[in-house]
């Protein structure tokens, strides 16, 4: 499938005027899995002013009528071509074809369950697979009113963007055998793009949550009031496992955030809220039919962390129903108009607006991570960035788009203030309700409301590559009183502070304006306290901060003993400590009264082990000392996260073992302290790092592990779905017995033997990926040739390749098999396919090639297509990265003192 361009796009809009979209689907025969097709029809009323119209589908074209009659056409590349269309008339094209059903997770996505056998299917398109499922123009600017209708079995649920004419209540439903149909007739939408279109169709269990009633508030409010009904949807095998309550209550409190603040009411109907499986996305904002990953739910207690990231989402989904589906940008190039703002927006309603008050926690520790990482590659681009056609999109779906962007707002409001930030996205969602807008005009909003020329700033913020860096510095006199507290914009090494100045070179960085706060403290009776809080506007490399009147008093360096740049994470930079920080931040951490402050500093010093500026082993131990002590359930999540990525990508290989039984004893010391509280949420993350670390423990050494209190194998004991007797999660359960396969400590036998204890669709996939780790050479060629084979779901690809990858032995694939075979399956596969493929496939071990094989591998394969290579560069950076903290001398930098 060729990739629509930018200018083909431009082009189609400037001489196409799309003034409706009728579209039928028949579902009739979706619930039998050897048909791969389904009738489609859409009628596109266009006016055009030249009379050649082109028509995005991947499918089959059975007939294309003119005004109702059969007209001539041409059909390649997902493209049908229309001539002799008259100009500037309403003309009506109707496609009538044959569209295909997917298991990629994109177009029309069908999935059967194994532990029922029920159907459902669901629709996924952004940034353009919209045409996978009807005749459509894809593209974000081209907006109309939509009418579906879809024929399916009478016992199915259907939902779209619209609302069911036919309200059929259960008694109703009750009539139809299963082989009856029913064609369900949906109210005509509000203008939208063909990307957030949606239809869900099948045997999905729906749960009622009545209805929220209300309008915008404010000034400037639009005065309406509405009345939302409001349902969620799900497999009917994971329906009595629903936390419903959560569900609808965090729902119900963000329609009363967003309402009061956005002041133009709701304009969408209804707000279906669907779980699916399958799911390439965490969510997908298609206006009145909201779609999720199924992973928000579970057979087990969900944890508080897991709670608040769905919580999130959802929050971030409803921005959306104006940042995105009301305004729509125009082309790629502004994604981040809707998706930077829906982070940001999401963020803040569940930490202002909900039970989760620590989400900015989160944010600060797990969420900006993924920004500096991605902002650190070579392929780092703006958050305004170039996007010439939809697969360069599909790869900016990426952390500076969302995170950074996000962050970059948080320091816009912080500059401007909330009231200019709040009249600025009314005035956008006045002006542009129901088109599509672009940065410019959002800017023009935001400059009128606070009465400033922010053309600079965006420039800086917005055109710009690379984090900003930041370190202090201070001068004493003998007596050790401060005599000069500067901020720097560290621009290069040559900027770093003495101590680092054998450290990875950092890029050169544009110097920005920031309003942040930097806070200063001290120990006391072993416990952090802080001495100062200074609040700081800076847009020079080095600037003076204030002290006049805060450390006159005192301004002695034993008030300073830690400097936190950054405190409450108002702005988007990459910060370091100076070695005093750093080592009191190792020791201290837990003591910190304040979560964002805590967050803030486990953020700083993780830069500084991507930096090699940390040993990898010296922050694992700090972490297995404060994170028990740590009250913010998702931060723990993330710490544990990092933890993760020291074992299998930053310590020597020489030293995981050793390691990683230190690790596992440490683990179990801290159930015996009671400081690992039995039954939380935090415990599933502990046993989670127990089972990632036993995968460097050798197989012969599987006895040799640690052993809990009552004498059994901590890891067979998980296995068996305990812990020190009490009952661990399905997803416990299954990282041990994956780490078993691994080592080869389970069969074949007993992992099927596992399965037929429980067929649900989530347990068969977690059996995959077990079954995929066993070191045994002919299953693991059988597994990879399945994997090429493109016959694999989604789901099932990326379980089938992480199983591969966690095996301790490479027997039955060629090491350089991925390099044989990347640029055959990307040609082949959807982008999504190719993207997981990647993911999932490339080598990240240096012991089956380095940073420079591969480098040497592109230099000798410039013409690959260059979505895929850019994955593959970054890839490979982060294998680079690696390399560098493996090889590190930690005795030369600040943090070598033990903790």
Known sequence: MRPL?????????????????????????????????????STLTVQATEPTVVIDFTGIVDIVCLNGQPHPFTYADDRITVCGIPPHENCDITVRGHAFFSRTGEGLHRYKDPEDERIYLYTQFEPQDAHRAWPCFDQPDMKAPWHFTVKAPAHWVVTSNGVDKAVLNATFLGKFQESATIEHDFTVTEPLPAYITALVAGEYAVIDGGTWSGGASGQGADGKYVTIPLRLMCRTALAPYVDSDDIFEVTRSGLDFFHERYGLTYPWGSYDQVFVPEYNLGAMENPGCVTFTESFLSRDTLTWAQRQRRANTILHEMSHMWFGDLVTPRWWNDLWLKESFADHQGTLAAATATQYTGEWASFAIARKAWAYQQDQLPTTHPILADIPDVTAAKNNFDGIT??????????????????????????????????????????????????????????????????????????????????????????????????????????????????????TWAIRDDILVRTHRFDVRTDTQRTAIDTDGVLAYSGAIEDVQLIVINDEDLTYAVSFFDENSAAIALKYVSSCPTPITRAVMWSTVWNMVREALISPAEYMKSVLQHAPDESEEPVVRRLIDTCVTVFDSYLPYEERRSQALTCMQRIEDLYDSGRIRAGSGAEREW???????????LTCDLESLPHSTEGGNGLRELSQGFWRGRQVTRATIWQARTVLAAHGAVTCDQLNAWLAEDMSGETVTRHRQALSALPDAQLRSARWQEVLSGTLSNDDLSATLAGLRMSTQNEGIDPHAFFDEVVSLWNRSSIGIGIRFVAGAFPHDRRICSSEDVHAWLEENPHIPQALQRLLVEENDHLRRAERIQDADFTSFACRHSV
């Not at 082009?11 to 619930?31: N, T």
């Not at 791969?36 to 029809?41: D, K």
């Not at 046993?687 to 423990?697: D, F, G, I, W």
């Open 402 to 519: 969302y995170a950074k962007g996000a962050s970059v707002l948080k320091q816009l409001v912080a500059w401007v203030g909330d009231e200019a930030f709040y009249a600025a996205a009314r005035a956008y969602f006045t002006k542009f309700a129901f088109a599509s807008a672009q940065m410019s005009d959002l800017l023009e909003c935001l400059s009128k409301a606070c009465g400033q020329d922010l053309s600079q700033w965006a420039h800086t913020w917005l055109d710009t590559t690379g984090p900003t860096f930041l370190r202090t510095d201070m001068e004493t006199d003998e007596d050790g009183r401060i005599l000069t507290f500067d901020l720097i914009h560290m621009n290069n090494a040559d900027d770093l502070a003495e101590e680092y100045a054998d450290a990875y070179p950092l890029p050169p960085t544009v110097i920005r304006p920031h309003r942040l706060i930097i806070s």
């Open 5 to 41: 361009t930018y200018r083909e796009a431009q082009h189609r809009s400037q001489i196409l005027d799309l003034k409706y979209m009728d579209v039928f689907v028949d579902l009739s025969s979706a619930g039998l899995m050897q048909e791969n097709t389904y009738p489609v029809s």
């Open 687 to 697: 046993l989670r790092l127990y089972c990632a670390a036993a995968r460097y423990v």
